[in-house]
């Protein structure tokens, strides 16, 4: 598997926030991060991509989802090491891996698919859409809400991955959350 996209060993409990844009990834890990007084990995791909835009006016294309992917895990790897029990993940490679798919007519980087066979993660949270959608500079599905999810959920599925799905209020949210978590402390 290629280096840069292979999963660290570690202790903690690596919990991902899976599903659509705007619905709830970031504002999930980050607040349980803080509840738990642990760590929450950022999508990278925000970052890079504002700043592509940024430089040249142009939006993600094939060749950006390897650097994507990369950077991805290794803010992942950095940040498992300062874990303690959990790590929240706002996304990891497999969305990327939805994504490429979804705006490059099925095509994903074969390195990128490869590490979604190899990496693993201990839970899986997938977001409903039931949210309202908030726009910014690289949102740009708001009207393929649900065809999103189910790319989502068909990811899962072919990867056999278990998942919960979490819908209603960030509070209601954060409780489904916080009694799965239970069993790990």
């Known amino acids: 598997m290629e280096e840069n996209l292979k999963q660290l060993p570690s202790s903690c409990v690596k919990v991902v926030f899976f599903g659509p844009e705007s619905t709830g990834k970031t504002t999930l890990a980050e607040a349980l991060a803080s509840v738990y007084q642990t760590k929450w990995v950022p999508e990278f791909a925000r970052e890079y991509l504002e700043d592509k835009l940024e430089r040249t006016n142009e ?20 940040l498992a090491k300062q874990a303690n029990t959990f790590l929240f993940c706002d996304t990891n490679l497999l969305s990327t891996q ?29 977001t409903d859409i039931d949210v309202p959608f908030e726009h910014d500079l690289l949102r740009d599905r708001p009207h393929q809400r649900q065809e999103m999810l189910n790319a989502f959920k068909t990811a899962l599925k072919k990867q056999n991955i278990a998942y919960t799905i979490l819908n209603g209020t960030h509070e209601t949210r954060l409780k489904c959350v916080r009694e799965q978590l239970k069993q790990y402390v």
């Open 59 to 78: 939006i993600c294309a094939p060749e950006d989802i390897y650097p994507i992917a990369s950077g991805q895990m290794q803010l992942e790897n950095t």
């Open 98 to 126: 939805v994504y490429s798919e979804a705006y490059f007519d099925g095509w994903c980087d074969e390195r990128v698919r490869m590490a979604n066979r190899k990496n693993h993660y201990d839970i899986y949270f997938l």
